[in-house]
């Protein structure tokens, strides 16, 4: 039987304390990502795993339509203003609830340089013009044209991976049962710019059904790090980075070079003079340009410039509600985790053939 009223807000409350606990209680957050975490996104993946579509969606939505509609149900049945109000937080609360202890505290955990043991970067011009030197050189050296991929040899792949890496850098091991879901609202997703998402209720990854062949290793690598256990969104783009290069896939391989060049462009910016930039730009290989071109082309046709402000807006007041200060910009923090793991002389994947000390 379903608790009766006044236990049942009891418990919520004692959630809630658990979930402000986890935020504001050192080391917590991390405790939550490595003991608890694990078991409850195995449950949570299991129980999506039988359904194709994602569950996700429909969570969200039928929230939110509770959410909607109880005041006007309430209020037609005639109960009390004091009544519905306490009904509609009893709600929200749940929901809140259900979010942080499915996966929302993973923001709370140990930052990437915590959790490796290692000093940021040393960032300075001379440090990234090496890095972008030797990236640069990879991304070219690297090159070949992917017109299509196969999405269950690309999930092995990435999935295997994954596993090889130690224990000790705090990520969950990749279930035979997780992977990618169909979304119903590609569109949506589309016309915002979103090219994958981690669903925190129910242990889901989904993937845009629109995704470029190029795109589909980097992407997916990306978001099974947010499946994982992982909530910066530059931490998620050093993994996809990483578990990308290690792959013997020559498709794989480069769709990690590829994938980072956004980022490293926008670093790039920010760094060099006009005269330094166009000469890095002289030394990328004419086709990757193209290419690059062609992707931004395609989805700022598929984008709806009124809803994606709002989408970006809202998302960076999220993440920087969620310990995640630089919003938006973390996504482009990755070149900095990068340098910072190339100066610690760190090796976070180790895999025979391919090594982080020698392909940056």
């Not at 975490?37 to 579509?53: D, E, H």
């Amino acid at each position: 039987m379903l608790l009766s009223r006044r236990p049942r807000r009891r418990l919520l409350v004692l959630l809630l304390l658990f979930v402000a606990a986890v935020r504001f209680v050192p080391n917590a957050g991390e405790l939550y990502a490595t003991w608890l975490y694990p078991g409850i996104s195995w449950v949570l993946s299991y129980i999506a795993s039988f359904i194709p579509y994602s569950i996700e969606e429909w969570v969200v939505v039928l929230a939110a339509l509770v959410l909607l509609l109880y005041p006007v149900i309430a209020s037609l049945c005639g109960r009390k203003f004091s009544r519905m109000l306490k009904g509609e937080l009893e709600m929200i609360g749940w929901v809140v609830v259900w979010f942080y202890l499915g996966w929302g505290c993973n923001y709370f955990r140990h930052d990437f340089h915590q959790r490796l043991m290692i000093f940021p970067a040393s960032y300075d011009k001379g440090e990234f013009m090496t890095f972008l030197n030797e990236y640069t050189d990879s991304l070219n050296a690297n090159y070949i044209r992917v017109d299509n991929v196969n999405p269950e040899e690309t999930l092995e792949e990435i999935k295997s991976i994954y596993c090889s890496i130690p224990e000790g850098y705090g990520l969950t091991r990749p279930q035979p049962f997780q992977r990618p879901k169909h979304v119903l609202f590609n569109d949506l997703y589309s016309g915002v710019g979103v090219l994958g998402y981690m669903g925190p209720f129910m242990g889901e990854s989904q993937l845009n059904l629109q995704l470029r062949p190029l795109q589909y290793p980097f992407t997916l690598a990306h978001e099974t790090a947010h499946l994982l256990g992982v909530s910066s969104e530059a931490e998620a783009n050093f993994w996809a980075y990483e578990v990308c290069l290690h792959s013997d896939d020559p498709a794989i391989h480069y769709s990690g070079y590829f994938g980072l060049l956004p980022n490293v462009w926008r670093n790039a910016q920010g760094l060099l003079e006009e005269k330094e930039m166009k000469e890095w730009q002289a030394r990328i290989n004419p086709n990757i340009l193209s290419e690059w071109r062609t992707q931004s082309q395609y989805w700022k046709a598929l984008e709806n410039p009124f809803i994606g402000g709002i989408q970006e807006t809202l998302y960076n007041w999220f993440l920087k509600g969620n310990s995640i200060e630089s919003g938006m910009e973390n996504y482009n923090q990755v070149v900095g985790m990068i340098m910072a793991i190339r100066q610690s002389h760190e090796e976070p994947l180790r895999r025979q053939g391919r090594r982080l000390s020698n392909k940056q």
